[in-house]
T-cell receptor, first 112, second 110 residues
């Protein structure tokens, strides 16, 4: 069964605004990752946050992790039209197989 | 650098026809390999994973099979496609702290 669930399913904002997407998961994790998918393409890794970290930054991305609530958020600041894509969270539960559990994704649309 | 190739990009096949999708990885050895399916507007469903040549594990029962004839080659197959096999198929391998995905194959079964 899928581990992560993103919220909202769809988000529509204007350029320059911030976009916040949330992810909830069910079991203990080793780390949580966020991926981006442009329409009809493969997924691209954005950022990873480990279970012992609470916040991480990468450029315009800010990720938080609350292991007590089993939730994470991805914030994209000063959004651009090029940020339009689907965003997925994926949890690594620490299995030796290295498999990830993906949520259903948030479709972000940024209007110019 | 590591790259992952997946082909074809799009495929339209009639019901009952066979399927073969191929994925190859470059720049790494003995990778863990995965086949995912993504239905329209949905998340990724793990179909198969492989930790080595000839080692295949299936996550869900289905009309598909997978094989790994070489260390960096992963093949998704079907003997007879069903309409429900339509979807976007993604091959991936996991490095340290991230997964690398191919560009996907859009399969439409008609």
């Amino acid at each position: 069964s899928q581990q992560g669930e993103e919220d909202p399913q769809a988000l529509s904002i204007q350029e320059g605004e911030n976009a916040t997407m949330n992810c909830s998961y069910k079991t203990s994790i080793n780390n949580l990752q966020w991926y981006r998918q442009n329409s009809g393409r493969g997924l691209v890794h954005l950022i990873l946050i480990r279970s012992n970290e609470r916040e991480k930054h990468s450029g315009r991305l800010r990720v938080t992790l609350d292991t007590s609530k089993k939730s994470s958020s991805l914030l994209i600041t000063a959004s651009r039209a090029a940020d339009t894509a689907s965003y997925f969270c994926a949890t690594d539960v620490g299995s030796t197989l290295g498999r990830l559990y993906f949520g259903r994704g948030t479709q972000l649309t940024v209007w110019p | 650098s590591q790259t992952i190739h997946q082909w074809p990009a799009t495929l339209v096949q009639p019901v009952g026809s066979p399927l073969s999708l191929e994925c190859t990885v470059e720049g790494t050895s003995n990778p863990n390999l995965y086949w995912y399916r993504q239905a329209a507007g949905r998340g990724l469903q793990l179909l198969f994973y492989s930790v080595g040549i000839g080692q295949i594990s299936s996550e869900v029962p289905q009309n598909l099979s997978a094989s790994r004839p070489q260390d960096r080659q992963f093949i998704l197959s079907s003997k007879k496609l069903l309409l429900s096999d339509s979807g976007f198929y993604l091959c991936a391998w996991t490095g340290i702290d991230e997964a690398f995905f191919g560009q996907g194959t859009r399969l439409t079964v008609v």
